[in-house]
């Protein structure tokens, strides 16, 4: 008797699972764009320039104005899968994690379902094509997407590139692990305390701080509250237009 509970118990228990499984998946749109080698998905909306320097290669996405949230979830990882009830032109079983590095502007000259993919209240996804191809075929040229928000895996530390000038520090900081969404970062000179940056745009964030001539160390907040410190990763003797790697990530 004993152990037909522990059974029923442990059908339940996978019901439940299965039951949240399905229901972190929420419905989508997917389109792509970039090129077969997503060359001219460099730079963005995001500030993250070349990607592959970032951190990022081709596994990225553009996202609609539902889920760009002005900038707010660039360096989010998604990942998606194609409806295979709804097309035939899915790749049935396969999915892909994507980073969130651009905006996909709406278009209101074209209606949301002939051309407007991305406008308002739309999520759609303009996915790099060779992220796109691996769960649809190229002919669709739209399908339709379950995603879900995932854990960024990255390879590596955090990096940042600093620019701007000795009154105006403009840092990029990218390939972000966890949560991949910063929503707060501090600086500190080795002779400051710690300063707190604004973003400027995308995950571009400023310091009016002058900090010549000295170590740079980062504080970096992700919008899951976790946090990592990171200590003079730029030398006394750093630059405007270098990029720093840290050893840390989340």
Not at 34 to 58: E, H, I, K, R
Not at 60 to 89: E, H, M, V
Not at 128 to 154: D, K, S
Request: with cysteine.
């Amino acid at each position: 008797m004993e152990a037909v509970r522990i059974a029923l118990l442990l059908s339940l228990l996978a019901f439940v699972h299965w039951r949240v499984s399905v229901a972190q998946w929420i419905p989508a749109t997917a389109t792509f764009y970039g090129g077969s080698d997503a060359s001219q998905t460099m730079g963005g909306a995001c500030g993250y320039g070349n990607l592959y320097s970032a951190g990022y290669g081709v596994l990225t996405t553009a996202l609609s104005t539902a889920l760009f949230n002005n900038g707010g979830t660039c360096g989010a990882c998604y990942q998606i899968r194609c409806d295979p009830s709804k097309s035939p032109w899915c790749k049935v079983g396969k999915s892909i994690t994507v980073t969130a590095t651009n905006f996909c502007p709406p278009n209101y000259a074209l209606p949301s379902n002939q051309g407007g993919w991305c406008n308002p209240p739309r999520q759609h996804f303009d996915m790099a094509q060779p992220a796109w191809e691996v769960i649809g075929v190229y002919r669709a040229g739209i399908i339709p997407v379950f995603y879900q928000r995932v854990r960024c895996q990255r390879n590596g530390g955090i990096r940042f590139l600093v620019a701007g000038n000795p009154y105006f520090e403009l840092v990029t900081i990218s390939n972000v692990g966890g949560s991949g969404v910063i929503r707060a970062v501090w600086i500190k000179g080795s002779k400051t305390d710690w300063m707190p940056m604004s973003r400027n745009w995308g995950m571009n964030w400023q310091s009016g701080a002058y900090l010549n001539g000295q170590t740079l160390s980062f504080r970096v907040q992700t919008d899951d509250w976790k946090m990592v410190t990171v200590y003079s990763v730029a030398p006394t003797n750093w630059w405007f237009g270098a990029t720093y790697t840290t050893g840390l990530n989340f």
